[in-house]
């Protein structure tokens, strides 16, 4: 491969005979040729202008067919043979004619001789490769002066240089055996072939061909070109003649057998493994960069199109697509198998509308499909005959993809992990290209097992991500955005680097006198085991929470519960109560980030001094609350420290963020928690899990609570019908009047008959709901009971729990309150 000198060639026979002779000993020049997509030349190297005797000027904007004329094929037995000793392939896919005509969508190579200006004709080996990318250039077209090859130009030399001056980045099927003095030169002369290669890409390829001593295969970034064409890699002499060559120097005169014939099987064969173990070698460094399942589909069924074949087609089993369990038992016909991936060389969208990729559908036993997925080994069928397409295209309802399928080869691969099918591809080539043959079948095999593991890493991956995910999200409370007097939300994100579970979590509860419990706890620790301590903990926080226990003491209790479950229970909490009808927030913290307290008026934002406490499970430390007024419309931020926390850094650098962050204007909660993970979620330092929650304190004016008090007479009962009814005209809900009276009256009758003597409550609670609240100083909580015929009581609760949108009962310091909610109409 040499750049040359660029010069005019006279013409005439022997001034084109000179201008090759030009070319320095050792180098054989190759003809690099680009065409466009309108089978016009865009580019045309030296070497091109001294085998075809054209100058680039002449050459570039010219139809490539005018300049390449076919003149004849080799038709004679002598030629034939000679060709064929020399490593020629006459014959193997189309002619250079056809491939001009830019509709060649496959590697091709052959001889052909074509009219020169100055001579008769010119002996060609040319390689033909189409180009897929953005630009315009759709074929590149390499050929090299057959004679010269065949008197071995440079045959010496290139034994000298050794196999690491082969250079096969677009065309191993063409070795260059060159004599370059080292990586600079090569490297130089590197963008002669791919003009688009930048300096310091042909620089690293060079330096690579040169150190490791075997041909350079990959892809350009801008071209997806397949590397060879699938009929094998001749090489100029194998190593049998080379040591024959050199025992005939050693020993003129002694006679030996002749074993060139031999010698060229012999490296046919070997090239020919040889390039397979390289497309295996790069499709192994291709597939499974990411444990996603999805990407790991795509990057499978592109490493083999277009280079070993034109389409690929992949399926799964339904459990794999589903991220369920590894897939168990030989498939059947009622088995669903997902086409997750389609890649193909044909025009865009043939193939989209006929199987789109996304359907699913089992597949019948006389198909060479299920063939596959019941034995577990690929299916090779050399030509799809009409009959089988027929029977293959039965499947499809309503859609005709025999003019798809029909008359291509086709190999079916089974994707196995530890014996069970996963999945098939299905791939086909055109019919002008050349059959899967036995040894496709092998490489076939292999590069469906490598692809099957990965795709079971990926799988197993997804499975205990999924597990993982469905775990978290049992154990996270799935919050109402509005509670009384106030507006929630909330964010949880896992551990970047530690799983997808972890220990963090948030709880809202609610809580007699339209007042709501916020909770952000973080059990110490990650993954599972952290896990099932924050759920056990979470439901002893509820539960603690129902019996209306003051913060501090509530946090005692649930210390005194981590103590008693073992040692390795520790977890900070910090746990706050609001009550929106005297406007306030009482908190305890137990060895929790303090909260965050943005106030409505100013925008000015604090972290509230609050006494730290010890975390829960470490005993004899006692907790401390505190009472915060707060004003409509403050919020109140609460999150655990793994938002706040970067490794290497002060935390107070995170609180200060916090701080700003949260008092930055947003249009809704929602946008307010994500300016917050933006802020603090930067970096790509945070290892540990997040728990976010922020609570807008709305507030309830003192014109919707009204407060009755109701001794112990069972008069009272009918005066508590009539102050409900009376107060429910006045806010303008009449309509609610009817099952609001009926209810109060059967809870204020229970209150007054089994009080002690402390007078019952009544209370009217107008927010986003009508709540309605019974106090007296019983602490036996009643039950539903099944009330018979004949029972005189049991009734009661059943009436409120048919007509209530919600209702309850819970204890409080004095006795109980049974509560009962309705839907307010919107305002």
């Given at each position: 491969?040499?750049?040359?000198?660029?010069?005019?060639?006279?013409?005439?026979?022997?001034?084109?005979?000179?201008?090759?002779a030009d070319v320095p000993a050792g180098r054989v020049p190759l003809a690099v040729v680009v065409v466009d997509d309108d089978g016009l030349v865009s580019h045309w190297n030296s070497g091109a202008r001294r085998l075809i005797g054209r100058a680039k000027e002449e050459a570039i904007g010219r139809p490539a067919a005018d300049l390449l004329p076919v003149s004849g094929a080799l038709?004679?037995?002598?030629?034939?043979?000679?060709?064929?000793?020399?490593?020629?392939?006459?014959?193997?896919?189309?002619?250079?004619?056809?491939?001009?005509?830019?509709?060649?969508?496959?590697?091709?190579?052959?001889?052909?001789?074509?009219?020169?200006?100055?001579?008769?004709?010119?002996?060609?080996?040319?390689?033909?490769?189409?180009?897929?990318?953005?630009?315009?250039?759709?074929?590149?077209?390499?050929?090299?002066?057959?004679?010269?090859?065949?008197?071995?130009?440079?045959?010496?030399?290139?034994?000298?240089?050794?196999?690491?001056?082969?250079?096969?980045?677009?065309?191993?099927?063409?070795?260059?055996?060159?004599?370059?003095?080292?990586?600079?030169?090569?490297?130089?002369?590197?963008?002669?072939?791919?003009?688009?290669?930048?300096?310091?890409?042909?620089?690293?390829?060079?330096?690579?061909?040169?150190?490791?001593?075997?041909?350079?295969?990959?892809?350009?970034?801008?071209?997806?070109?397949?590397?060879?064409p699938d009929w094998g890699v001749p090489r100029r002499a194998g190593r049998r003649a080379r040591r024959e060559r050199a025992a005939r120097a050693a020993a003129p005169g002694l006679p030996l057998p002749e074993q060139r014939a031999d010698d060229e099987g012999e490296d046919l064969e070997y090239a020919a493994v040889r390039e397979r173990l390289e497309f295996l070698n790069e499709v192994s460094g291709r597939i499974g960069t990411s444990l996603d399942l999805a990407r790991t589909i795509v990057e499978v069924s592109r490493t083999v199109v277009p280079r070993f074949t034109d389409v690929a087609g992949t399926y799964l089993r339904e459990q794999v697509v589903a991220g369920e369990g590894f897939p168990e038992g030989v498939p059947d016909t009622r088995t669903m198998w997902h086409r997750v991936a389609l890649e193909h060389t044909d025009e865009p969208g043939r193939w989209d509308d006929v199987v789109p990729v996304g359907e699913a559908m089992p597949f019948p036993a006389h198909t060479p499909f299920f063939q596959c997925m019941t034995s577990g080994e690929p299916v090779l069928v050399p030509r799809i005959s009409e009959e089988m397409g027929h029977a293959i295209a039965s499947q499809f309802e309503k859609r005709d993809i025999r003019p798809l399928i029909s008359h291509r080869s086709m190999l079916v691969v089974p994707l196995k992990a530890r014996d069970v099918v996963l999945g098939f591809m299905i791939l086909l080539r055109h019919p002008e290209r050349a059959e899967f043959n036995d040894m496709d079948r092998v490489t076939g095999a292999e590069l469906a097992a490598r692809a099957g593991l990965v795709l079971d890493n990926a799988r197993m991956y997804t499975y205990q991500e999924s597990v993982a995910e469905t775990l978290q999200d049992s154990m996270l409370p799935s919050i109402p955005a509005r509670m009384a007097g106030c507006d929630i939300a909330t964010r949880y994100l896992p551990g970047t680097l530690l799983g997808r579970v972890g220990g963090d979590w948030f709880d809202s509860v609610k809580l007699p006198g339209a007042r709501t419990a916020l909770v952000v706890g973080d059990v110490m620790g990650h993954g599972l085991n952290s896990a099932a301590m924050m759920g056990q903990l979470r439901t002893a926080v509820q539960t603690l929470a129902a019996l209306d226990l003051p913060p501090a003491q509530l946090l005692r209790n649930l210390d005194d519960l981590a103590q008693r479950l073992g040692d390795t229970y520790l977890a900070t909490c910090l746990y706050a109560v609001y009550d929106p009808i005297a406007g306030e927030v009482c908190l305890a913290n137990a060895g929790h980030i303090p909260p965050v307290l943005v106030h409505a008026d100013d925008g000015r934002s604090e972290l509230l001094d609050l006494p730290t406490g010890a975390p829960v499970g470490v005993g004899?430390?006692?907790?401390?609350?505190?009472?915060?007024?707060?004003?409509?419309?403050?919020?109140?931020?609460?999150?655990?420290?793994?938002?706040?926390?970067?490794?290497?850094?002060?935390?107070?650098?995170?609180?200060?963020?916090?701080?700003?962050?949260?008092?930055?204007?947003?249009?809704?909660?929602?946008?307010?928690?994500?300016?917050?993970?933006?802020?603090?979620?930067?970096?790509?330092?945070?290892?540990?899990?997040?728990?976010?929650?922020?609570?807008?304190?709305?507030?309830?004016?003192?014109?919707?609570?009204?407060?009755?008090?109701?001794?112990?007479?069972?008069?009272?009962?009918?005066?508590?019908?009539?102050?409900?009814?009376?107060?429910?005209?006045?806010?303008?809900?009449?309509?609610?009047?009817?099952?609001?009276?009926?209810?109060?009256?059967?809870?204020?009758?229970?209150?007054?008959?089994?009080?002690?003597?402390?007078?019952?409550?009544?209370?009217?609670?107008?927010?986003?709901?009508?709540?309605?609240?019974?106090?007296?100083d019983d602490h036996d909580l009643p039950t539903l009971l099944s009330a018979g015929p004949a029972d005189e009581s049991g009734r009661g609760l059943r009436v409120v729990s048919a007509l209530a949108r919600e209702w309850g009962t819970s204890r409080t310091s004095t006795g109980k309150t049974v509560w009962f909610e309705l839907t307010l109409p919107r305002r």
């Open positions: 491969m040499d750049r040359g000198t660029e010069r005019d060639v006279p013409s005439g026979r022997g001034a084109v005979h000179r201008a090759v038709s004679d037995a002598g030629d034939e043979a000679a060709h064929r000793s020399h490593g020629g392939y006459d014959g193997l896919g189309p002619g250079l004619e056809s491939s001009l005509d830019g509709r060649l969508s496959y590697p091709a190579a052959g001889r052909a001789r074509i009219a020169v200006p100055g001579r008769d004709r010119a002996d060609l080996l040319w390689w033909a490769y189409p180009l897929v990318g953005p630009g315009r250039e759709r074929l590149l077209v390499l050929a090299a002066d057959a004679e010269a090859l065949r008197r071995g130009d440079g045959h010496e030399d290139a034994d000298r240089a050794g196999e690491a001056a082969a250079f096969e980045r677009v065309a191993p099927a063409f070795a260059l055996h060159t004599d370059f003095p080292g990586a600079e030169e090569l490297a130089r002369r590197l963008p002669e072939i791919l003009p688009s290669m930048s300096v310091g890409e042909s620089a690293r390829i060079a330096a690579q061909v040169l150190e490791l001593g075997y041909p350079v295969l990959e892809f350009s970034r801008n071209d997806r070109v397949p590397v060879t004899g430390v006692p907790f401390e609350a505190v009472r915060v007024p707060v004003r409509p419309g403050d919020r109140l931020v609460m999150c655990t420290d793994g938002l706040v926390e970067v490794r290497g850094e002060d935390i107070g650098v995170g609180l200060a963020t916090l701080c700003a962050s949260a008092a930055h204007p947003a249009a809704s909660m929602d946008d307010a928690c994500n300016t917050i993970i933006r802020a603090l979620n930067t970096g790509g330092g945070r290892k540990d899990d997040v728990a976010l929650l922020m609570a807008r304190l709305n507030g309830i004016e003192p014109d919707d609570v009204a407060e009755w008090p109701l001794a112990r007479d069972p008069a009272e009962v009918g005066r508590a019908r009539a102050v409900v009814r009376e107060r429910l005209h006045e806010w303008g809900l009449a309509h609610l009047a009817g099952p609001a009276e009926l209810m109060v009256s059967e809870l204020a009758t229970n209150a007054v008959r089994h009080s002690h003597g402390r007078p019952v409550a009544l209370r009217l609670v107008r927010a986003d709901t009508l709540l309605c609240e019974v106090d007296d």
